[in-house]
């Protein structure tokens, strides 16, 4: 008797405690979207549909491709003595896949492209860099398009052809010496290195096209004073970087460059970087700031880690697609972001006196 009263006052339980937590779960998912952005679980509550897998954490996450440097070419008609991607081949990928690797870029959340060599205007005269830049501003849409070159090739109809296109013309100059621009390599028969950049600032004001100056401080510019000569081109940005080894590259057994006489200290670049601090569009880069925040791809499309000191490739984009490949990149895009790699990079929302 006394048995059967306790499995009815257990079976009773048992009802009131189911009816007690079916009225609190509802009451937890009637408040849940009150508090909180996801409705909390019922006690009891079984989720039978398919699980998924993790989703990957931030560090875990590829970077996104949104500024790339696309050394098309190794070719290059200037022998600087510090230059890190020199002319170990002359292969150039034919246009139409370099076009396919660019929208796949531009798939992958790329807003600006920089094509660089070697030197660019070297290749069909500039036509294939010009067909490139065309494709990526017009097909692309892309907000940014550049282009870095020691402008000794450059014409003026090239402008006339395809300047429409190019936001950014970026030129590089080393010194305003000319004997100092041979001594680092930047010699080219007759023409003078600087008299040439002024003629390519004024097609740029003729064409709008936003002007540029890269300038590798060295041990044979380090002592020189350009706070005048900067100031009256008037770049939207003068980049000034500290001269950096890659092995393989300028430095070591395998180098085609020996670049170890051009290093300068920590120390000597930053006394260069106090000499010019008055100037508005300086924009300074170490070693430390170059070898993690650039996204390089080479001749072949694959992108180069330089974290170690080389370039060690990825596999080509063509091949394995951009986000198998980036996350070899070595990129770090925090440095890319705190050094100023993301700018107003797009002529139609500069505001420029051409």
């Given at each position: 008797?006394?048995?059967?009263?306790?499995?009815?006052?257990?079976?009773?339980?048992?009802?009131?405690?189911?009816?007690?937590?079916?009225?609190?779960?509802?009451?937890?998912?009637?408040?849940?979207?009150?508090?909180?952005?996801?409705?909390?679980?019922?006690?009891?509550?079984?989720?039978?549909?398919?699980?998924?897998?993790?989703?990957?954490?931030?560090?875990?996450?590829?970077?996104?491709?949104?500024?790339?440097?696309?050394?098309?070419?190794?070719?290059?008609?200037?022998?600087?003595?510090?230059?890190?991607?020199?002319?170990?081949?002359?292969?150039?990928?034919?246009?139409?896949?370099?076009?396919?690797?660019?929208?796949?870029?531009?798939?992958?959340?790329?807003?600006?492209?920089?094509?660089?060599?070697?030197?660019?205007?070297?290749?069909?005269?500039?036509?294939?860099?010009?067909?490139?830049?065309?494709?990526?501003?017009?097909?692309?849409?892309?907000?940014?398009?550049?282009?870095?070159?020691?402008?000794?090739?450059?014409?003026?109809?090239?402008?006339?052809?395809?300047?429409?296109?190019?936001?950014?013309?970026?030129?590089?100059?080393?010194?305003?010496?000319?004997?100092?621009?041979?001594?680092?390599?930047?010699?080219?028969?007759?023409?003078?290195?600087?008299?040439?950049?002024?003629?390519?600032?004024?097609?740029?004001?003729?064409?709008?096209?936003?002007?540029?100056?890269?300038?590798?401080?060295?041990?044979?510019?380090?002592?020189?004073?350009?706070?005048?000569?900067?100031?009256?081109?008037?770049?939207?940005?003068?980049?000034?970087?500290?001269?950096?080894?890659?092995?393989?590259?300028?430095?070591?057994?395998?180098?085609?460059?020996?670049?170890e006489k051009f290093v300068i200290s920590d120390e000597d670049f930053e006394c260069f970087l106090?000499?010019?601090?008055?100037?508005?569009?300086?924009?300074?880069?170490?070693?430390?700031?170059?070898?993690?925040?650039?996204?390089?791809?080479?001749?072949?499309?694959?992108?180069?880690?330089?974290?170690?000191?080389?370039?060690?490739?990825?596999?080509?984009?063509?091949?394995?697609?951009?986000?198998?490949?980036?996350?070899?990149?070595?990129?770090?895009?925090?440095?890319?972001?705190?050094?100023?790699?993301?700018?107003?990079?797009?002529?139609?929302?500069?505001?420029?006196?051409?």
């Open positions: 008797m006394h048995l059967a009263v306790l499995v009815r006052l257990l079976s009773v339980g048992r009802a009131v405690l189911a009816a007690l937590r079916g009225r609190l779960g509802a009451l937890c998912w009637s408040l849940a979207p009150l508090f909180l952005p996801l409705p909390l679980p019922l006690p009891g509550w079984r989720d039978s549909s398919p699980r998924r897998e993790r989703e990957p954490e931030w560090d875990d996450a590829p970077p996104t491709p949104t500024s790339v440097n696309y050394h098309f070419t190794r070719q290059c008609n200037y022998k600087c003595g510090f230059c890190f991607h020199t002319a170990k081949t002359s292969f150039v990928l034919p246009l139409e896949e370099a076009k396919r690797g660019l929208a796949m870029l531009k798939e992958a959340g790329m807003e600006k492209i920089n094509f660089s060599g070697g030197e660019p205007f070297l290749q069909d005269r500039g036509e294939f860099v010009g067909k490139m830049v065309q494709f990526c501003k017009q097909e692309l849409e892309l907000p940014s398009v550049s282009i870095v070159s020691n402008g000794s090739l450059i014409r003026e109809r090239w402008f006339k052809k395809y300047g429409e296109y190019l936001d950014i013309l970026a030129i590089s100059c080393d010194s305003f010496d000319e004997d100092v621009n041979v001594l680092i390599g930047r010699g080219h028969g007759k023409k003078n290195h600087v008299e040439n950049l002024h003629k390519l600032r004024q097609w740029c004001r003729e064409y709008a096209v936003a002007f540029k100056i890269n300038s590798v401080i060295n041990r044979f510019n380090v002592e020189e004073d350009m706070n005048e000569q900067i100031k009256a081109l008037n770049p939207v940005r003068w980049k000034v970087f500290q001269c950096l080894l890659i092995e393989g590259e300028n430095s070591g057994e395998d180098a085609l460059r020996e670049a106090d000499r010019h601090k008055d100037v508005s569009c300086l924009v300074p880069e170490s070693n430390q700031k170059m070898r993690d925040s650039y996204l390089i791809l080479d001749e072949y499309m694959r992108f180069l880690n330089c974290r170690n000191g080389r370039k060690e490739p990825s596999k080509s984009i063509l091949d394995v697609g951009v986000e198998a490949a980036i996350k070899f990149s070595g990129f770090d895009e925090k440095m890319f972001l705190s050094r100023g790699g993301k700018y107003v990079w797009s002529k139609a929302d500069m505001k420029l006196d051409w």
